[in-house]
């Protein structure tokens, strides 16, 4: 976790945070995820995010045949979920959500691609 104790993403990066955290704010009104059905207990109509912190910022280092295998996971405890590759030329590790359907959706990043989604969506790696 990088956010615990003096906070590297504020005190090393905080350029870098400033961004992510705009592209967050940018998808929620995008998406329109205020809306009942993204949000059944009324958090952040109308796009408010003034109230927010960060919850977590975690470095995955995943070594080959390693990943997130588990269909069912999602980040208890957080609104938004952003992911973004720090690295290039690695094998695999392709990211995905469970679509309403039952599919799997892949994500195909690059470095320094963000994605950005509800947290209770279901996600794999």
Same mark, same amino acid.
């Given at each position: ?18 961004? %992510? $955290?705009?592209?967050? =704010? ?9 809306? /009942?059905?993204?949000?059944p207990l009324g958090l952040l109509k109308e796009g408010d995010m003034s109230s927010l912190s960060i919850r977590v910022v975690e470095y995955w280092h995943y070594e080959p ?13 957080? %609104? $938004?979920?952003?992911? =973004? ?9 392709? /990211? ?30």
């Amino acid at each position: 976790f990088l956010n615990g104790g003096a906070d590297p993403m504020y005190t090393m990066a905080p350029r870098i945070l400033a961004k %992510i $955290l705009r592209f967050a =704010v940018s998808a929620w009104k995008e998406k329109g995820w205020s809306s /009942f059905t993204h949000s059944p207990l009324g958090l952040l109509k109308e796009g408010d995010m003034s109230s927010l912190s960060i919850r977590v910022v975690e470095y995955w280092h995943y070594e080959p045949g390693g990943g997130l295998l588990n269909d069912l996971h999602f980040d208890a405890g957080s %609104i $938004l979920t952003l992911v =973004v590759p720090l690295n290039e030329g690695y094998e695999g590790g392709v /990211f995905r959500t469970l679509e309403m359907d039952g599919t799997h959706l892949s994500h195909e990043l690059n470095m320094g691609d963000c994605l950005c989604f509800v947290s209770h969506k279901l996600h794999n790696v």
